[in-house]
């Protein structure tokens, strides 16, 4: 029995990757979405609640664990972020391989991990795709959302490796520049990787 083959995507902010991520559940591809664990580990009942209580006092209320609290503890002192990742990465780990052996009789899993190049969880994967668009429809994007500053958006670039370096170590690129587009691009990866040309 040959294992699923994990793809991994990645991308900067306003770049398209949920979008291509729904694609590619739409083409019955599992995804594993390391966003939405950490969420869960965060949320009341969640593992990391009680070790980042532990490592941060005055972080956790109402038994999950307030982000912008959590945010201002990481400002406020450089060793926090390291100590963060100690907690919350095993727990990510572990939530990717259980993820991964529930879908072993999947041809293809794809692994949705943000910091897939900064946190090195492209060794886990068998290719890396990479979501990009040019920088101007990227800025564009993510401030039509309204959510978030120039400034804002500008902190959360440079604390991502830059898209160039994304682009020139990945397996594969899409440039989501529209729908339909991209979703041929999808279908055409999934038929490459299906048919183990990838």
């Known amino acids: 029995m ?4 994990l793809l991994g995507l ?8 949920s979008t291509t991520a729904q694609m590619f559940a739409e083409e ?4 594993w ?13 969640g593992a990391a609640v ?3 209580a532990a490592a941060f006092p005055g972080v956790v209320v109402d038994e999950a664990v307030d982000r912008a609290r959590l945010r201002e503890a990481l400002q406020a002192d450089k060793q926090a972020l390291p100590r963060l990742e100690s907690i919350v990465h095993p727990l990510t780990t572990a939530s990717r391989s259980a993820f991964i052996a529930q ?3 999947a041809d293809l899993i794809l692994l949705d991990i943000p910091l897939m190049y900064e946190t090195g969880a492209d060794a886990a994967c068998d290719a890396v795709l990479v979501v990009s668009a040019p920088p101007e429809v990227q800025r564009a994007r993510v401030l039509a959302r309204g959510q978030m500053s120039e400034e804002q958006l500008a902190m959360i670039l440079s604390r991502q490796l830059p898209d160039a370096e994304k ?6 690129v899409i440039e989501t520049l529209t729908l339909d587009q991209t979703r041929a691009a ?3 990866l999934i038929a490459q990787i299906r048919g183990g040309h990838a």
Do not use: C, E, N, Q
């Not at 040959?2 to 083959?5: C, E, I, Q």
């Not at 019955?28 to 995804?31: A, F, Q, T």
């Not at 682009?167 to 594969?172: K, V």
């Open 2 to 5: 040959s294992r699923p083959f």
């Open 10 to 17: 990645t991308g900067s902010i306003g770049m398209g990757k």
């Open 28 to 31: 019955g591809v599992p995804i």
């Open 33 to 45: 979405d390391a966003d939405a664990t950490v969420h869960a580990l965060y949320a009341p009942g």
């Open 50 to 52: 009680a070790p980042i």
């Open 103 to 105: 879908h072993a009789d």
């Open 167 to 172: 682009r020139a170590r990945a397996d594969h």
């Open 186 to 188: 999808v279908r055409h």
